[in-house]
């Protein structure tokens, strides 16, 4: 193995950390400014090791593009100096693929721009410089996620991420809402931590291994039924993570921590994490038809359930999260179904789009001094053209406008759902498309139309290069990052074949299936209609729909009640049980028994200090007194016996 | 004409019964540090006269041990009445029982 392929996965992993380390402990000496540099070109200096890596990896014969390297690599010969306990070997190894090469791009490229864009938008932040360690550290954790060669280093990545989204939905930290955003996305997240943990100890039970090589290689040695158990734990994992029913609850109150944040957390970090670990562990999937129907199922059902949320939504950021939350139920609706390219292809496409949408929103929440309410925008195009024109770039990339990204990754998974013949999930995937063509125009129509500006205060037209310059290239790459797949050629399914080489087929995307698409495109401009003329042309319609579907209405506003199921599902009966337990259990029984104990020994030592009179003459009468006692046990009763005996 | 054990354990029980009731009955500490010599002399007297009785040399051993710790009894406790003589003129043991509980 040729030097590069070791020393630069290596590299590009711990840049970031090192950024990070860099920042907190070298950066509070100058300039606020120098820790945004060094952020920077930590997360840029990765990027361009990652296209060189690519570009290397991707020029070799497709059975070298998948390696795993150990660390250090001559100990390789030595396992007992990693965390050797017979069978097990834990040792430091990464694994580069095509697919984590794609993810590692994503990471890097896309959290490169997002930190250029932080440059501008945290510019009157008082921590700016913990702002942008935060950020070093959660892509370099993600970075750990992707790039981990086994099972137990994606879950240190994995853990990682939710500590680093935790720090940075909770930045604000003078606001309640956000520290309880924070603490809630954290222990949903460790939900899932807990479900990978269990899929761990299963893979051990059962392969005596947790590195992906030797799994995958012995994974038909277990049952299906082992392989189903350990998909559906890896499934509660990713659920968690990718914010998919029923642990999607965080994902908007998640939308507290700054704009930015949202974009890192939404694009490139954490939520596609699940969507990775199925397409990873594809292997274990292949093989448990059961645990991979169950992936696809909850990937349709969030993916309808988020967009129909989408619609009544008036808070600009949440409308996204609940979009993201929706696009990535397709992606793991695409998993599921077995169709990775095509799920890994929007979830590329959907990274361009979407950081895009949240920048395009920070502008517009940043002009307007943190306004994130809709109702009290609107008429913002002529006052904000570059946030109007990049956010439409943006949502016609979402909705699937010809020729923009989401048009070819969003039917390619539609078109893979019908060749694999789920009509069901085929059905509903397509409801979504229409529902979401609806809810982005509408989002459209609310912030940029739908009359005059709404607002008390008078937008200002503050805005950086370094928050524009990342919108633009971002909005280029909504409309060209589709290209990869176009009819006739499909440099994604190429791309990532070595990967999925242990399966019979991956279906390629080139074979466009023009009725379907032209059909989905439909429905799409169809949702772009009803926006259109709900929100733009006859508002009193809207007030007619509004009083008719009141009850479905307060549902959707409401998310499902989720929040208030769960509250009185587990917040509730929590909350009493600690409360009871801090009114009666603390006081009376620990309490009781901790005070008792204190003073039932006070009571002994003040009996026994009685004793202690400080005269000698009464301690030599005690001895005294004692060996006479002792001497007379010995002879008249121990004794007794054996006295009697002798005589 | 061999004297009986039990005439030398009589000698013995006399001394200890001495020094102990010297012991417990004396308030100056000088005194008392005799009283306590004269019970480790009344075990030297035991256990040399078993150590005849028997004909075995471990008692007479064990009266060189006890010597050795009387001597350094006495060594320490002299000591520490020395100090307690520098503080006051006069001591009663009975004065010195600030050590109490």
């Known amino acids: ?647 | 004409m061999q004297i009986p054990v039990g005439d030398y354990l009589a000698v013995s029980a006399a001394l200890f019964i001495t020094g102990a009731v010297g012991f417990l009955l004396r308030r100056n500490p000088i005194t008392m540090l005799m009283a306590i010599e004269l019970m480790w002399n009344a075990g030297n007297i035991a256990f040399a006269a078993f150590a005849r009785s028997f004909v075995d040399m471990s008692g007479q051993i064990f009266v060189f041990i006890v010597i050795t710790v009387a001597a350094a009894e006495a060594a320490i406790a002299l000591a520490i009445v020395v100090m307690v003589f520098r503080r006051r003129p006069h001591v009663d043991v009975d004065d010195i029982s600030i050590m109490r509980g």
């Open chain 1, 1 to 647: 193995m040729s030097g590069t392929l070791t020393t630069v996965p290596f590299t590009i992993l711990f840049l970031p950390l090192f950024g990070t380390i860099v920042i907190a402990f070298v950066c509070p000496r100058f300039h606020r400014v120098a820790a945004a540099i060094i952020a920077n070109l930590a997360i840029f200096g990765s990027f361009l090791l990652t296209v060189i890596l690519a570009l290397t990896v991707w020029r070799l014969p497709p059975a070298a593009q998948a390696f795993t390297v150990k660390y250090p690599p001559a100990w390789a010969a030595h396992p007992q100096f990693w965390a050797h306990i017979p069978p097990l070997t834990i040792s430091f190894e990464l694994r580069i693929d095509p697919l984590a090469l794609v993810w590692m791009l994503i990471v890097t490229g896309v959290g490169f721009l997002i930190h250029l864009y932080s440059i501008g938008y945290m510019a009157e932040s008082k921590n700016y410089r913990t702002f942008f360690a935060y950020m070093n550290l959660f892509v370099f954790t993600m970075l750990v996620l992707v790039m981990a060669g086994n099972f137990l280093w994606l879950l240190v990545g994995w853990g990682g991420v939710g500590l680093a989204s935790y720090l940075l939905i909770g930045f604000d930290t003078d606001r309640p809402a956000a520290v309880a955003a924070a603490r809630k996305a954290l222990i949903l997240n460790v939900i899932g931590d807990v479900g990978i943990m269990l899929a761990l100890f299963l893979m051990y039970a059962h392969f005596g291994s947790l590195s992906y090589k030797e799994v995958f290689a012995n994974v038909t040695s277990a049952g299906p039924a082992a392989l189903n158990w350990i998909g559906i734990w890896l499934l509660l994992g990713a659920v968690a993570k990718s914010a998919q029913l029923p642990l999607q609850t965080w994902l908007p109150d998640a939308m507290e921590g700054p704009t930015p944040v949202s974009a890192l957390i939404h694009a490139a970090t954490m939520v596609t994490a699940g969507v990775y670990l199925i397409a990873r562990a594809h292997p274990i999937y292949d093989h448990a038809p059961l645990a991979a129907q169950t992936v696809a199922i909850v990937g349709c059902a969030t993916a309808l359930f988020a967009a129909t949320i989408g619609c009544v939504q008036y808070d600009i950021k949440r409308v996204l999260a609940y979009s993201t939350m929706s696009q990535i139920g397709y992606m793991v609706l695409a998993v599921g179904v077995g169709a990775y390219a095509a799920g890994t292809f929007h979830f590329v496409t959907h990274a361009f789009f979407k950081a895009l949408l949240f920048m395009a929103a920070g502008i517009v929440i940043h002009n307007l001094s943190g306004e994130q309410d809709t109702r009290k925008m609107g008429g913002l195009a002529k006052r904000m053209p570059l946030a109007f024109s990049t956010f439409l770039a943006g949502t016609l990339a979402i909705t699937g406008i010809f020729p923009f990204a989401g048009f070819f990754s969003k039917d390619a998974i539609l078109d893979q759902l019908l060749r694999l013949h789920h009509p069901a999930l085929w059905f509903f995937a397509t409801l979504t498309a229409l529902l979401t063509a609806f809810y982005m125009f509408r989002l459209v129509f609310l912030t940029f139309f739908s009359g005059a500006y709404r607002g008390e205060h008078e937008p200002h037209a503050a805005r950086s290069g370094t928050m524009a310059l990342p919108a633009v290239l971002l909005a280029v790459l909504s409309l060209v990052g589709g290209w990869l797949v176009l009819p006739g050629h499909d440099a994604v399914t190429s791309a990532l074949a070595s990967t999925f080489a242990d399966r019979s087929t991956l279906e390629s995307m080139a074979d466009f299936n023009w009725p379907l698409s032209l059909g989905t495109l439909a429905l799409a401009v169809v949702g772009f209609l009803a926006a259109y003329a709900l929100y733009e042309r006859a508002p009193q319609m809207r007030e007619r729909l509004r009083t008719t579907l009141r009850p479905v209405r307060a549902l959707l506003m409401n998310a499902y009640y989720f929040d208030t199921i769960y509250h009185w599902l587990f917040e509730v009966p929590a909350y009493t049980v600690a409360s009871d337990f801090a009114r009666y259990v603390d006081p009376e029984g620990i309490a009781g028994v901790t005070t008792g104990l204190a003073r039932t020994t006070v009571h002994l030592g003040d009996t026994m200090r009685g004793w202690e009179t400080g005269y000698l003459r009464r301690y030599g009468l005690s001895m005294l007194v004692g060996v006479v006692l002792i001497l007379a046990y010995y002879l008249y009763v121990a004794h007794q016996g054996a006295a009697l005996g002798a005589r």
